[in-house]
């Protein structure tokens, strides 16, 4: 299979309690992957696209896992860089009482943040069709941040699709800057991804509606807006759909947002309509919050067809 999606950011090995509390009190975790731009390229890859990581990973027990699930998803490692005395990072998740989590991140100077721009080959990202990342991408360091504008450079020169979420998170970077960087990504762009709380974050904007207008003025040829339960806002010229989301019992809505961003991928490499897509991507990440953890409740494509099926969608 020739190589369609790459995917560039940080991968971190999650530790999800098992049981609600404080995380002085779990005394069990279960293992799991996450980082937004390895959730979405495992998504990619069982809707069964080919895909590829940029990334860098540490000499350690946790990037040797890493290797191993990225390979057994039929990923393309040949860009994944282990560094030699770098360390991965890693995450724990708290259930709260009432359904809520909350993160604690271990990621500061971790071999991810240590990408840089000469890590990115131009050849590899020409080859591709979609080059994604993301915000947590540019805020983990500054080298990073240049080795993403950069391969974001090469995607624009060479008609690669340049998708990119917003994923703001303000305990990363202050918000001026977050605001600056970001903004030269979506100069160069060609699908937003944001969720709702994104914009409310970076621009003090509540209604979606008034979000994606501001989404569009960077000249995306699709901006889409996620609105969890409620599905998702999509944007394409002048027209803006919304398409409800599936009711499912919901576990855990870790992951959920990145899952959503490759499935929509696919279905705009299958040349589905948009319409279509986002119905699609509304399953997908509807079905990722069935389970525990980011990465084990993503579908494949067989399943999501089957649960498409079962609600009377084509
Ligand atoms: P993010 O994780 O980026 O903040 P959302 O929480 O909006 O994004 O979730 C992404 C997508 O996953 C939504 O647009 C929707 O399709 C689906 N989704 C998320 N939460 C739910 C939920 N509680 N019920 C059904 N679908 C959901």
């Not at 398409?243 to 019992?249: P, S, T």
Request: aromatic fraction near 8%; hydrophobic fraction near 40%; charged fraction near 25%.
């Amino acid at each position: 299979m020739t190589l369609e999606v790459i995917s560039i950011g940080e991968p971190m090995v999650e530790f999800c309690a098992t049981e609600t509390g404080k995380l002085r009190d779990v005394q069990l975790f279960k293992r799991g992957w996450g980082g937004d731009t390895s959730n979405f390229i495992i998504t990619v890859a069982r809707q069964g696209r080919k895909g590829g990581y940029i990334c860098r990973i540490g000499d350690d027990e946790f990037g040797e896992s890493f290797l191993e699930l990225w390979k057994s998803e039929g990923i393309d490692t040949s860009r994944v860089i282990i560094e030699k005395g770098g360390f991965t990072a890693v995450y724990f998740i708290s259930l709260m009482p009432g359904g809520g989590h909350d993160f604690v991140y271990y990621r500061k100077d971790s071999a991810a943040s240590h990408l840089s721009p000469s890590d990115i080959d131009e050849d590899y990202i020409r080859s591709a069709k979609v080059l994604h990342s993301s915000g947590i991408s540019l805020a983990i360091s500054r080298s990073c941040r240049e080795a993403v504008m950069k391969a974001a450079r090469i995607a624009k020169q060479a008609d690669v699709m340049f998708s990119f979420d917003l994923n703001v998170r303000t305990k990363l970077w202050p918000l001026d800057l977050a605001r600056k960087a970001i903004e030269e990504a979506l100069k160069l762009s060609d699908i937003i991804f944001a969720s709702a709380e994104d914009m409310r974050l970076l621009y003090g904007i509540e209604d979606p509606r008034e979000a994606i207008k501001v989404l569009m003025k960077f000249n995306p040829g699709i901006a889409v807006i996620k609105l969890g339960a409620k599905g998702c806002l999509v944007a394409s010229g002048k027209d803006v759909l919304h398409l409800e989301g599936f009711q499912v019992n919901v576990v855990d809505t870790t992951g959920a947002g990145d899952a959503f961003d490759g499935a929509f991928i696919v279905g705009l490499l299958e040349g589905w309509d948009l319409d279509r897509t986002a119905v699609y991507a509304n399953a997908v990440g509807a079905l990722t919050t069935t389970g525990l953890g980011a990465v084990e409740p993503i579908p494949k494509r067989k399943e999501v067809e089957e649960f498409l099926k079962e609600r009377n969608v084509s």
